[in-house]
């Protein structure tokens, strides 16, 4: 959304991001396009009020038109207010005026102030200033009003052009006695204070914003007039009653939900009353949807296992012809779909048959069915104990690791000690003679012998060590020698 005064590149306007209220005034909400004035035409039939838009287009007003002003549309005067001036933009004039009265219902006679001259320099500069300030006001009279503990929001304000007065804008659910705050705020604030009461809708079209659709508020750029929404205008036109999805903003039910209703009110005169039940002696009709710009009504059966899933379509006439049938105490004996069928043809092998399909998406709704829950074996009846026994065995195969290298180990050392000391209690010349890989058949008995009187405590002569003896140990060259 742009306007000339925002800027662009190669003729585009840039648009200034702030959805209908740029800092120019170039894009206004509320507008009424002046043709008259686009085609630059002189208007024959003079009138002699115009309309003024205050900021931008929040609100608007009609005033007199003074013939010392002379002013257009789209220029910005100065205009009479109730307790000194205020500056706006001339947003219609002429014959047009005179048909937004009527449409507002507004008489001549209630137009009082007029228009006093165009605004000048330094007007527009002190209109700026009374609009950079009134966030900052917004905020503290939302403080103050928690501070005194009134069920209240303060939902905007707005500075007279003059400066003095500032109407704050606010919405509660019941009575508020703001007594006392107004006292605050014109302590606080040093201005002339007006509180004025609005609704959720005409807050949202005051501030703006951003509709589920993506474009902006309708209530805010042209939606003048808010008539009553109620949930029989979503049941009228077949819509799942979400409040989440109904709910605008403002949360109020959505104004748009008014806008095709009268035509879904008319295409719905056609179908018939109290027909979501039909009868037949094959089973019972249930109504599963509507169809109302196509004029069709879809069944299916209730209490027949057999034709369960099975949709039948059938057009308002034939709904009715049913339901007539049935109030007169009728049952047929069974209700056919009245659509019309593609035509088969016998000849399989024609290459040109042009098949012809029908979309039945959100047509059929197949019942849920219960599943059956699949038994698991139960392969160890106890997870704990096996646990434990699976540990344990874990345990004892590492612990019988452990001791057979330890085992192992004691051996080893054991046969290195007892080959040492065999060689060191041999007599040298029994070690010349015999080879190096054979053993005496007497050996054990002279070891013995020669060690009994010099090893009396069991130990050796050079490092005093114990002796290990096996008899039944063999040679270690596997053959004893005779």
């Not at 057999?306 to 059938?314: D, Q, Y």
């Not at 000391?421 to 012998?449: F, G, L, V, Y």
């Not at 090893?455 to 050796?460: E, F, L, P, V, W």
Request: charged residues 30%.
């Amino acid at each position: 959304m742009g306007c000339s005064n925002c800027g662009g590149s190669e003729g585009a306007s840039g648009g200034c991001g702030n959805k209908g209220n740029c800092s120019s005034g170039g894009c206004s909400k509320h507008d009424t396009y002046d043709w008259i004035s686009a085609m630059e035409l002189h208007d024959p039939s003079e009138y002699n009020i115009v309309e003024v838009s205050f900021k931008n287009g929040a609100r608007k007003d009609f005033f007199m038109k003074s013939p010392e002003a002379d002013c257009v549309t789209g220029e910005m005067v100065v205009v009479e207010a109730a307790s000194g001036y205020d500056v706006g933009k001339i947003t219609l004039s002429g014959e047009l005026v005179r048909l937004q009265m009527r449409k507002k219902h507004i008489s001549e006679e209630r137009v009082v102030h007029k228009v006093l001259r165009k605004a000048g320099d330094r007007d527009l500069e002190k209109l700026e200033e009374a609009r950079s300030i009134e966030h900052n006001t917004m905020v503290r009279a939302r403080v103050i009003a928690r501070t005194l503990g009134l069920d209240m929001k303060i939902g905007d304000v707005e500075y007279q052009g003059d400066k003095k007065k500032a109407t704050f804008y606010y919405t509660a659910d019941g009575r508020v006695d703001f007594r006392e705050l107004v006292k605050e705020y014109a302590r606080e604030f040093k201005i002339k204070i007006e509180m004025r009461q609005i609704g959720a809708r005409q807050e949202a079209a005051r501030l703006g914003g951003i509709s589920s659709s993506g474009r902006e508020l309708c209530c805010s750029t042209w939606l003048s007039d808010f008539k009553s929404v109620s949930t029989s205008a979503a049941r009228y036109q077949n819509i799942a009653i979400n409040q989440s999805k109904l709910t605008g903003p403002c949360g109020r039910l959505k104004c748009c939900l008014n806008y095709e209703l009268d035509t879904y009110l008319d295409a719905l005169e056609d179908f018939p009353e109290d027909a979501d039940v039909l009868k037949t002696k094959i089973g019972t009709l249930v109504l599963m949807k509507t169809d109302i710009f196509k004029r069709r009504l879809y069944y299916a059966y209730e209490n027949n296992d057999k034709l369960r899933g099975t949709v039948i379509s059938l057009s308002t006439a034939r709904a009715k012809e049913v339901k007539e049938l049935n109030n007169k105490g009728i049952i047929p004996d069974e209700i056919l779909s009245d659509e019309m069928n593609v035509p088969v043809s016998s000849d399989m092998d024609d290459e040109n048959i042009e098949h012809e399909y029908e979309d039945v998406t959100g047509l059929i709704e197949l019942r849920n069915e219960p599943k059956k829950k699949k038994k698991r074996k139960n392969k160890v009846n106890n997870p704990a104990a096996s646990t434990q026994a699976s540990n344990l065995s874990k345990s004892l195969q590492n612990s019988n690791k452990e001791s057979g290298q330890q085992g192992n180990q004691t051996r080893e050392e054991g046969q290195k000690k007892q080959d040492k000391a065999r060689k060191e209690n041999q007599p040298p010349s029994a070690q010349q003679q015999q080879p190096q890989n054979t053993r005496p058949k007497n050996e054990h008995k002279e070891i013995k012998a020669s060690d009994k009187p010099e090893n009396a405590s069991g130990q050796s002569k050079q490092g005093k060590k114990k002796k290990f003896y096996n008899k039944n140990r063999k040679p270690k060259g596997g053959q004893e020698s005779k």
